[in-house]
């Protein structure tokens, strides 16, 4: 006849271990999600900052361009980094790409627009990703505490032992 279970017996203690451990690598691969969460939205957001930046810089081109008088010799940008010498023959209308290989005539003004609705719709989506950001380093910080607990816990056992 075997002897009945006592409380705290090896066996017990060694299983209580184990599954706090246990939660211990689950805890702990939550964390490094949110983690990488975050990694990747502030690698969104940096990206959202340089596309504004960029665009900004365009609309200020256009709103230089009202100014630059006909016939006056530019640098035209042919690719990345590549321009070529050209004359301005009418600086009141520019060729926007609308997508899907079609350009279309605008005017300055009406290109501006256009770039003005693209910085307020990605300040939009930078200002959902803000949020979600800290979202989840809400949820991250009260993981990294719950971690904290368990572990503190874990040691306060093991000097008591």
């Known amino acids: 006849m075997t002897p009945p279970k006592q409380p705290g017996s090896e066996m017990d203690v060694r299983q209580e271990k184990e599954k706090k451990e246990k939660v211990l690598r689950e805890k702990y691969v939550q964390l490094q999600m949110f983690l990488q969460q975050m990694k990747k939205a502030r690698e969104q ?3 959202f900052d340089q596309q504004i930046t ?3 810089s365009v609309k200020e081109s256009l709103d230089e361009l009202k100014t630059v008088k006909r016939g006056t010799e530019i640098l035209a940008p042919i690719s990345g980094g590549l321009f070529i010498k050209a ?3 009418d600086a009141e209308k520019v060729v926007v790409n609308v ?3 079609v350009s279309v005539e605008k005017t300055t003004e009406e290109a501006a627009g ?3 609705e693209q910085i307020t719709e990605i300040k939009k989506y930078r200002e959902q990703l803000h949020q979600q950001i800290h979202v989840v380093q809400e949820q991250t910080e009260l993981l990294e505490k719950e971690f904290k607990r368990i572990i503190g816990k874990e040691r306060g056992q093991e000097e008591g032992e």
Do not use: F, R, Y
């Open 99 to 101: 997508g899907a290989s």
């Open 45 to 47: 957001q940096e990206t």
């Open 54 to 56: 960029e665009l900004e």
């Open 114 to 116: 256009l770039i003005q």
């Open 87 to 89: 004359e301005l023959k």
